[in-house]
Every structure is written in structure tokens, then in C-alpha cells.
């Protein structure tokens, strides 16, 4: 009877608490999930974009408690962060000197695709990072 690898699972999904401490932990998981998929070269913008992402958690919605979901698909990779927090991101003008305010840019540079699902008592932050080439999905 010849053995047959096991397909690499389409789906990482990751309960965390999005503190500064996690998120250099967190590139390193979404990099290696985003090579083990076969899109290397889409590896440095889907770290960024997690890493933006689980930011604003912790920035912006009163608690750092979130999931981070990696969804590989045949073009690339989608990465949903869902909080327990329901207002939409906004979009604002950053000043020159800011810290922060240019994340949604930076995602909207680099994504193809980016939205937010709110529902009644959390909300859906995903970017999707595509390639030119399908990989096969096993």
C-alpha cells in the first residue's frame, strides 16, 4: 500500500491576545504558514498585514483578545483578524509626525482586496494577498 502525505491544512486559526510582546511570535507563524503554502513571495506583505492588523487590536478596540485566521487559497492568501469589538475601522488623515493613522493605507497598498464584517457582537478585519499564478491546492 504506497503512503500518502497528509495535505497541508488550508486554515490557521489562532485565539491570542494582541500585545506588542505577540506580534514579532505572530509574523514568525504567519511567514511560516504563508512558505509552507507554497507563496513565498507573498510572505513579507501577508506578515505585514497580520501585524497591522493585530495592531489595531490592540490599539483601537478596548481589548486585546482576538483570532487571527490564515486562509490559504489557489491565488494566495486571506488574513482575517476578528475582535470583540463591533465599530468599523476608520480611515483617517495621519500628520506628519504621527506614530500611527497609516496602517488601512499601507493594507490597501498592498492587498487586492481588504473589508470589514461587522456583526452584532464582534467584526471581521481581512486582507486578501494575492499572486499572478494559482498554486494547487492539495
Same mark, same amino acid.
Given at each position: 500500500?504506497?503512503?500518502?502525505?497528509?495535505?497541508?491544512?488550508?486554515?490557521?486559526?489562532? @485565539?491570542? =491576545?494582541? &500585545? %506588542?510582546? +505577540?506580534?514579532?511570535?505572530?509574523?514568525?507563524?504567519? !511567514?511560516?504558514?504563508?512558505?509552507?503554502?507554497?507563496?513565498?513571495?507573498? !510572505?513579507? +506583505?501577508?506578515?505585514?498585514? /497580520? &501585524?497591522?492588523?493585530? /495592531?489595531? =487590536?490592540?490599539?483601537?478596540?478596548?481589548?486585546? &483578545?482576538?483570532? #487571527?485566521?490564515?486562509?490559504?487559497?489557489?491565488?494566495?492568501?486571506?488574513?482575517?483578524?476578528?475582535?470583540?469589538?463591533?465599530? /468599523?475601522?476608520? !480611515?483617517?488623515?495621519?500628520?506628519? @509626525?504621527?506614530?500611527?493613522?497609516?496602517?488601512?493605507?499601507? #493594507? +490597501?497598498? #498592498?492587498?487586492? &482586496?481588504?473589508? %470589514?464584517?461587522?456583526?452584532? @457582537? !464582534?467584526?471581521? =478585519?481581512?486582507?486578501?494577498?494575492? %499572486? +499572478?499564478?494559482?498554486?494547487?491546492?492539495?
Amino acid at each position: 500500500m504506497p503512503v500518502t502525505a497528509e495535505p497541508d491544512p488550508p486554515d490557521y486559526r489562532q @485565539d491570542l =491576545v494582541a &500585545h %506588542t510582546e +505577540s506580534l514579532a511570535i505572530m509574523r514568525r507563524i504567519v !511567514s511560516a504558514h504563508v512558505d509552507l503554502w507554497g507563496f513565498r513571495e507573498l !510572505s513579507d +506583505s501577508v506578515t505585514l498585514c /497580520a &501585524h497591522e492588523l493585530l /495592531a489595531n =487590536v490592540d490599539r483601537h478596540t478596548g481589548s486585546p &483578545h482576538c483570532t #487571527i485566521t490564515l486562509r490559504r487559497r489557489p491565488d494566495g492568501v486571506r488574513v482575517t483578524v476578528t475582535d470583540t469589538n463591533t465599530d /468599523a475601522p476608520t !480611515s483617517r488623515e495621519p500628520d506628519e @509626525d504621527a506614530e500611527g493613522g497609516r496602517g488601512r493605507a499601507l #493594507i +490597501s497598498g #498592498i492587498a487586492e &482586496h481588504f473589508g %470589514t464584517v461587522v456583526r452584532r @457582537d !464582534s467584526k471581521d =478585519v481581512w486582507a486578501e494577498i494575492l %499572486t +499572478s499564478r494559482p498554486a494547487a491546492l492539495a
